[in-house]
């Protein structure tokens, strides 16, 4: 990891130190993901399976997953592991059941009623990566408040074949469609449908580049999907009073997810600094994906900030999709944290409780989106409708108000729309 000391750069090298390590939507991906597109699009089915030979390595009977198989790999998973995924779906529902929508119903004006009211989203796909590290976490993230914003068809799609543990906390999640099906094309047959698999309206989840890509793509022709998302990161704030060997567990915890992914350190204390890249190392040793870690950190930094405001300012320049906050006082930073996907306050709210089972999402926006984009919630899986309702009293009321705003626009119909109903009532 680079060691930088802010107040030394210029102008340009913080703004080159803050870039992320470049996306990798090359052409060659761009390519690969049209052909795929146009091969499900054309031939539907047929396409998906033989892109699951092609991809996945394997020759598919059925590309949906039946009870059977479902109920046999619930019986494989220990009763420990059950108990776990129980406790962290527990968790999650306390925490979205706490985000329904309050109620909108007010009168604005004598006689005018106006009311949001929130419908669920009738429609849901959710995309499950497996590959290397399969997680069957994000069902219980997409699945839990799907069910609670009361989605009427929630179908998931995970790559053949699907671990245990992905089609267990499926089932206990009450999702009764599982297709075999992931990549670019799984994001494709939601999005248009095919002979076995649902046209969805909304399409939720992580993925590679592959299938970002193919979500960029279905969302420029009318399928909603979550966030735009790019390879993880995390931004860890230190002073002297934080443990180097918990900031470096939180800085190797996000490495290991990809070689794409990004840690930075942002610290008051050089000493702390120095402590957290001998953690690193001695930590790395023991880590089974090292190889992997290795890759993200040589694009990681270390920045050396004069004080804590300071490193508030460079954390909320870069805008990390998790933000961990290991200072004396953390809770007196939040009011100071504006972009962040999901903040961790303390030296006991390491990133992966939240990736887990504290109840918050860990389906976050990345590559600096959170200056204006917002962790998965329960709203994402609704919409709002506006209500009016004007008593002939209260249309009275407003008719002039109304009628000279649409004059002044020069929308004579507009006008005319009130001028009618208002000449009818005063002839009553």
């Excluded at 130190?17 to 597109?37: C, D, F, H, M």
């Excluded at 030979?53 to 020759?59: P, Q």
């Excluded at 604005?108 to 590290?133: D, E, F, H, M, W």
């Amino acid at each position: 990891m680079q060691t930088h000391i802010w107040n030394n750069l210029s102008f340009i090298e913080k703004q080159t130190a803050l870039s992320r390590p470049t996306q990798t939507t090359g052409e060659q991906i761009t390519q690969a993901v049209n052909a795929i597109k146009t091969n499900v699009m054309n031939n539907g089915d047929k396409a998906l399976f033989e892109l699951a030979e092609k991809f996945d390595k394997i020759k598919l009977e059925n590309l949906i997953i039946s009870k059977t198989q479902i109920e046999k790999a619930s019986q494989r998973i220990s009763t420990e592991l059950k108990q776990a995924i129980q406790t962290a779906k527990s968790n999650i529902e306390r925490f979205y059941q706490a985000q329904k929508n309050q109620i909108v119903d007010i009168e604005t004006q004598a006689g005018v009623r106006c009311q949001v009211v929130t419908r669920p989203i009738q429609k849901v796909g959710l995309y499950i990566p497996g590959g290397s590290a399969p997680l069957f976490s994000t069902v219980l993230m997409l699945a839990v408040p799907a069910q609670i914003a009361g989605c009427k068809t929630i179908v998931l799609c995970s790559p053949p074949p699907i671990a245990n543990e992905i089609l267990y906390t499926a089932n206990l999640c009450g999702i009764e469609t599982v297709y075999a099906i992931g990549g670019a094309q799984a994001i494709f047959a939601l999005a248009n449908g095919t002979e076995t698999v649902q046209k969805v309206d909304k399409i939720f989840g992580p993925g590679n580049a592959f299938v970002t890509e193919a979500k960029r793509q279905v969302l420029q022709q009318g399928t909603a999907i979550d966030m735009p998302a790019g390879p993880s990161e995390v931004l860890v704030i230190a002073d002297e009073f934080a443990d180097p060997d918990f900031v470096a567990s939180d800085l190797l915890s996000q490495a290991e997810h990809g070689a794409d992914s990004q840690v930075i350190l942002v610290t008051n204390c050089e000493t702390v600094a120095k402590q957290t890249a001998l953690a690193i190392e001695q930590q790395l040793t023991r880590l089974p994906r090292s190889e992997t870690a290795r890759k993200a950190l040589s694009h990681s930094r270390i920045f050396i900030a004069e004080d804590l405001q300071q490193c508030v300012e460079i954390s909320n320049a870069y805008a990390p999709e998790h933000l961990v906050v290991q200072v004396e006082n953390a809770r007196n930073l939040l009011p100071f944290l504006d972009n962040a996907g999901s903040i961790f306050l303390g030296a006991y709210s390491p990133e992966s409780m939240g990736d887990y089972a504290s109840g918050t999402n860990h389906v976050l926006p990345t590559y600096g989106y959170t200056r204006t984009h917002s962790s998965l919630g329960l709203a994402d899986f609704s919409k709002r409708m506006t209500v009016q309702e004007l008593s002939p009293q209260g249309f009275k009321n407003l008719a002039k108000t109304v009628m000279l705003m649409a004059e002044a626009e020069q929308l004579e119909a507009h006008k005319q729309a009130v001028a009618i109903r208002l000449e009818k009532l005063t002839q009553e």
